[in-house]
């Protein structure tokens, strides 16, 4: 049978077939000797014309009703024409845009059944097959893909069937390939087996008899490897398939599901980073793609679950130009009403493999020791909430030096070596103490396992300090206890970074047994290294791919004898694994080795306005917060006595210290480094939301650290990290926001960020906003930086005891003054600034809504009209702030109202009106609400 009916013959030499002496091939190596090389080089050009006119008209025959796949393809449709571009190259290119006829897609599966390089052939531009129909005309991308036998029908191959047609696995494997894997029938003269019997699937239940397995399993390979292999160099395909086309319900370029499942088979990793100038990874423009409507959403569904089961740590992955949404946070902005059902499941999908509450455990930097208690207490008091699956939890070691250890190790007579600084990588043994911690590390692993933790990617410990943690409370510490060899947990740690020196094999080995990548830290111990590369070693660990080695001799001769060991040390670790890869660094004996900056140097006590008062009388400022005892303790008391009044404030700032913050809190970090809300230096935060607690003892805090790491912004904090963390405010329905800072505006056609921070604030209702004055003196006017410059934003700066403005902010625009000179903090210092008094007003404002809530709740008076709506305003807190100064509305100025509340809740809460709770309530609500300020509030 001819190749394609209907060709026009007469524009092919031979009629089709390779060209003889007479005719060159493509590549001239049937060229006449005795022919020039012109002639030569024309007869070429002149063949690879032919041929590419020859592969049109096939492509043009593909459009005719009758046309059929012949037996035996023409060698001349497995060539390729002068720009090294193959009929796949062109079918491609004809049918963009259009639906690839049937008769097309049999041509490419018998042209790739018979010669597979062709689809991941680059022609003279670059272009390749593969990856061009992934982007115009995926049905011949699955057609191909089609051709591999799926790995779950390959395992079942090697045995037979017993004669039942449905249970033989072959019927899975597309007829081209069963075709050509046919047992052949070998002639009496012994030449090669026949096939040209008719055949189909349906002559028997069971194939095996008519398969050549072997023959199969050897042509799946093939394509398969060469498409691997070219996926690993092209890794974009994921990039053009996740396009609204390829799932939307009309498209003829709708994925198919089953065979985009044995396309995920062929990925690596690198499919799944960003490639594109968005730089979004795949599995980011996929959830993405719930925003379009006409999207068929449970497709989608299906095929990002396939690739997070490929790829689980791709919802980690990083993409996007700055720091984009996670790609839980992407789906959260998609949702809609069509595709609610489908972004829910979704969600629990990615919540199942990563998380979006909290997907990591972070606490480098804190300076307090970290004992059982201290774990305890974050994660009683933290508000922490963890998702099944961990990026990674990084530790630093749990006892830091106090400055009095820092400053002896410092001034020591010069006999330490430098190596004992704990500044140091290096391991210090205490030769004088054998007391060991048991292991306070033991407490956070069993912690995160309780709260549903069961996966880990990896660990970052340092563990170089004199009380390391025992390889039995390593042990325990990931493992839990061990009873007859069988242990309480495992968290699948992939990645080990437990920074303690000369750990034990066997340790790592029951920790961690399916760990890939290992980081091992040797005080030049040459007995240990040669532990380590025995066969009862690290050999054991069987899923093992990568070995990094730290050495840190302390003298010339240690270095020297792990110097010439080295070769023997990772020749040995070959033959036990001969992929692994390896990398040792022996560290110069005078190597003074690792230093973290977040454990270096004293904590900064800088507050806004950076100075500090050497009075340590008690300052009359505490007056005004102690003449507030009894209304707070009044309306504490009922809120706890009635489960009702609740109020949520956010406070946006450096984060929190939890000891001594009592009550309810839960918080956030967006620092770029995770560095935790609640770790390493936050004094300025945590004063905060003292501020706030002694004002009002029953807010929910909602404490978001900002990014002050000053390495994305030159200011106090970047911008990026306020965004995020108002987003995140108001994402959690907070009542109320501090802000005790500002950024300079640069207008918001030059800063995106500032543009969207000014917006949300702009256009947010229902939620209270204030924020201080910057105490920088005339030259440095409101309008010029935000928050406190924003229209929607309640102006709070310090007053002195005389209840007017400080010096500093006398020339600018004040709402309300509040007290926030002289005061005394925790550490019984002398503090003054406008933050302290935008975090009493924070205070006070909740303690007023919580009192009006109170009041609705328990007076049946007023049930319909929603006091909230007024208070919950700019304008409403302004006016009750306005009456809690003893001033009417009508008469604020920009000088700003000190206010004075214990003059309005000035009563005798115990004999007040018979004490009666509603009656005391409606009289302190009346004072801050007049009656003629309720008119015109609608119902609730």
């Not at 997907?359 to 300076?367: D, M, P, S, V």
């Not at 003298?555 to 001969?578: G, H, I, R």
């Not at 008094?837 to 009192?851: K, M, P, Q, R, S």
Request: charged fraction near 25%; proline fraction near 4%; include cysteine.
């Amino acid at each position: 049978m001819s190749l394609a009916p209907n060709v026009k013959r007469e524009r092919v030499s031979a009629k089709g077939r390779r060209p003889t002496q007479d005719t060159p091939s493509s590549t001239g190596s049937n060229t006449k000797k005795s022919m020039s090389s012109g002639d030569s080089e024309r007869n070429q050009r002149r063949y690879a014309l032919e041929t590419n006119l020859f592969h049109w008209d096939v492509i043009d025959g593909w459009k005719k009703p009758d046309q059929v796949l012949p037996e035996t393809l023409e060698e001349r449709l497995l060539e390729l024409d002068g720009d090294n571009r193959s009929i796949i190259h062109h079918a491609i290119q004809s049918l963009t845009a259009k639906e690839a006829p049937e008769i097309a897609l049999e041509y490419i599966e018998a042209i790739i059944l018979k010669k597979p390089t062709l689809f991941i052939n680059k022609d003279k531009s670059g272009k390749l097959p593969m990856i061009e129909a992934a982007q115009y005309q995926s049905p011949i991308l699955f057609c191909v893909i089609d051709l591999l036998v799926p790995t779950h029908i390959l395992s079942l191959l090697a045995k037979k069937c017993h004669g039942e047609q449905q249970s033989c696995p072959l019927h899975k494997v597309v007829q081209g390939r069963l075709k050509q894997s046919r047992k052949g029938k070998s002639s009496a003269s012994g030449s090669k087996p026949t096939t040209d019997q008719p055949f189909t699937v349906e002559d028997s239940g069971c194939l095996h008899g008519l398969i050549d397995i072997k023959k199969l399993r050897e042509k799946d390979a093939e394509l398969r490897d060469a498409l691997q292999l070219s996926l690993k160099e092209n890794p974009e395909i994921l990039h053009h398939l996740f396009k609204v086309d390829k799932f939307d319900k009309d498209s003829p370029g709708l994925i198919p599901l089953a065979s985009f499942n044995v396309l995920v088979e062929l990925l690596s990793d690198e499919n799944f980073m960003p490639q594109h100038s968005e730089g979004l990874t795949p599995l980011q423009k996929a959830v993405g793609l719930f925003g379009e409507l006409s999207i068929d959403y449970e497709l989608l569904f299906e095929v990002i679950q396939a690739s997070v089961n490929k790829c689980p740590q791709s919802i980690f992955i990083k993409g996007g130009r700055g720091s984009s949404p996670t790609v839980y946070q992407t789906l959260e902005d998609k949702r809609s009403e069509q595709n609610a059902e489908w972004v829910a499941k979704t969600e629990d999908l990615l919540k199942k493999t990563c998380v979006e509450k909290r997907f990591f455990l972070n606490l480098t930097g804190e300076q307090s020791t970290l004992d059982k208690n201290y774990i305890e207490t974050i994660f009683d008091s933290s508000g922490m909430q963890f998702e099944s699956v961990l990026e990674f939890v990084n530790l630093p070691y749990w006892k830091p030096q106090s400055r009095k250890e820092k400053q002896l190790t410092s001034l020591g007579d010069g006999s330490q070596s430098p190596h004992t600084s704990k500044a140091t990588f290096m391991h210090v043994r205490d030769k004088e103490s054998s007391f060991r911690e048991n292991g306070p590390y033991r407490h956070i692993f069993r912690l995160l396992w309780e709260h549903g933790v069961h996966k880990i990617f990896t660990i970052e410990i340092d563990d170089d300090g004199e009380k390391p943690h025992t390889n039995a409370a390593i042990r325990e510490a990931l493992r839990g206890t061990s009873d007859n060899g069988t242990y309480e947990r495992d968290f699948g740690i992939e990645v080990w970074k437990w920074m303690k020196f000369d750990i034990c094999s066997e340790t790592i080995f029951k920790a961690a047994p399916r760990v890939k990548e290992l980081h091992l830290f040797s005080s030049a111990n040459i007995a240990v290294l040669r532990g380590w590369a025995s066969e009862s070693g690290l050999s054991k660990l069987q899923n093992l791919e990568r070995l990094v080695v730290e050495i840190f001799p302390t003298n010339e001769d240690d270095e020297q004898d792990c110097t010439d060991y080295e070769a023997e040390f990772v020749e040995s670790l070959y033959k036990c694994n001969s992929q692994l890869a390896i990398v040792v660094t022996i560290h110069n004996c005078t190597f003074q080795g690792y230093q973290d900056k977040s454990r270096i140097g004293a904590s900064s006590n800088q507050v806004s306005k950076g100075h500090q008062d050497s009075r340590q009388s008690k300052p009359k400022s505490a007056e005004w917060i102690e003449n507030l005892s009894d209304f707070r303790s009044f309306v504490d008391r009922l809120h706890n006595h009635h489960n009702e009044g609740s109020v949520k404030i956010a406070l946006l700032d450096d984060g929190s210290k939890l000891e001594h913050l009592h009550g309810t809190q839960t918080g956030k970090s967006f620092r770029d480094d995770g560095r935790d809300y609640f770790v390493g230096d936050c004094e300025h935060g945590t004063q905060m939301a003292h501020c706030i607690r002694k004002i009002c003892p029953m807010a929910e805090l909602y404490i978001a650290r900002l990014d002050d790491s000053g390495e994305s912004e030159n200011q106090t904090f970047s911008k990026l990290s306020c965004l995020q963390a108002l987003r995140w405010a108001l994402k959690n329905k907070v009542d109320i926001v501090s802000m005790s800072w500002s950024f300079a505006r640069k207008g918001p056609e030059n800063d995106e960020y500032e543009k969207e921070f000014c917006n949300l604030i702009k256009g947010t209702e229902n939620v209270i906003f204030f924020a201080s004055l910057r105490d920088d003196g005339p030259e440095y006017q409101n309008n010029d930086f935000a928050p406190v410059g924003l229209d929607n934003v309640i102006r709070i700066a310090s007053a002195t005891t005389f209840g007017i403005a400080s010096q500093e902010n006398i020339h600018n625009a004040i709402d309300f003054l509040l007290p926030g000179e002289n005061l005394q903090n925790q550490a019984k210092t002398i503090v003054s600034g406008s933050s302290y008094a935008t975090a009493h007003a924070a205070g006070l404002a909740g303690i007023v809504l919580c009192c009006i809530k109170l009041y609705q709740h328990l007076d049946e008076k007023y049930p319909d009209i929603d006091l909230l709506q007024l208070a919950k305003s700019r304008q409403g807190m302004s006016n009750i702030f306005c009456h809690l100064g003893q001033r009417e509305p009508e008469g604020k100025d920009e000088s700003g109202i000190f206010l004075m509340p214990s003059r309005t809740f000035n009563m005798d809460f115990e004999n007040h009106r018979g004490g009666d709770e509603v009656t005391i309530l409606e009289d302190l609500v009346s004072s801050m609400i007049p009656q003629k300020e309720r008119r015109g509030l609608s119902r609730r």
